[in-house]
C-alpha cells in the first residue's frame, strides 16, 4: 500500500526521507511496523501536508517531521523506556543523510518531534508543530485506529492491558486528542462526531 507517490512529495530532501522511512517500516521485524506504516504514519504526513498548504506552514518540515513522528517503532517496541531517544536519534540521523542542515534539524526534532504529542509540559509552540500534532490526532480519531487498536494489536506494541485498563488507555488518549492535539478548528468539526462515539463507546 502507497498512500503517497514521488510527485505528491514537496522536493529532494522529503522525497529521500519519505523512501528511506517507508524503508524502515517495511523491512522492520517488529509485528505491528508495517502496520503502522500502511495505516497511520502515511496518514498523518498526507493530512499534514494538507493543513500546512493551508496555514501556509513549512511543507518540507512538517511533511519530514511527521514521516518520522514515529520512528523507533521500526526499532523498538512501545514498552521499551528508550523508546523516546531512539526516535530522535533514527531522526536526526535519516534528516542529515537527506540533507538537512544541523540546525534545520535541532528545528525539526526540538520545536515538532518533541511536542507532538502535546503533554501538558511540552506543548506544541511553533506553527508548523502545531499542524503535526492536529495530523497525528486526525491520524488516530479521522481513521480507524481506535477501531484497530484492541488489546491483542497492543501487545504487538509490547503493551499488556486488562480489560479497564484499556477502555481507561483509551479515554485518556482520545480526550488529548481531541482537547489539547488539534490546533485548527476545521480539523476539530471534522472529527467532532468520531470523538463522541468512540467516547460513547468506551465510557
Known sequence: ????????????????????????????????ARWMWETHVQIVALKAKEIAQRVHASLEQVVSAALLHD???TKLLRSDENHDVESEQIA???????GFS?????????????????????MPKTLEAKVVSTADAYGHLGTN?????????????GLAMTNEEHRLW?????????????????VREELTEAYETIKKKYS
Do not use: G
Not at 536526526?92 to 537527506?98: F, G, K, N, S
Not at 484497530?148 to 504487538?156: A, H, K, S, V, Y
Open 1 to 32: 500500500m502507497h498512500l503517497m507517490s514521488n510527485s505528491e512529495m514537496l522536493n529532494q530532501r522529503d522525497e529521500l526521507v519519505r523512501s528511506t522511512v517507508e524503508n524502515l517500516y517495511l523491512r522492520s521485524q517488529l509485528p505491528a
Open 71 to 73: 520512528i523507533a517503532d
Open 92 to 98: 536526526r540521523d535519516i534528516l542529515l543523510e537527506a
Open 102 to 122: 544541523v540546525d534545520e534539524v535541532e528545528v525539526i526534532i526540538s520545536e515538532i518531534l518533541k511536542t507532538h504529542s502535546a503533554y501538558p509540559e511540552n
Open 145 to 157: 485506529f481506535y477501531n484497530d487498536m484492541t488489546i491483542e494489536q497492543l501487545r504487538l506494541f
Open 170 to 186: 483509551i479515554l485518556k488518549k482520545i480526550e488529548r486528542d481531541f482537547n489539547s492535539k488539534i490546533f485548527f478548528e476545521n
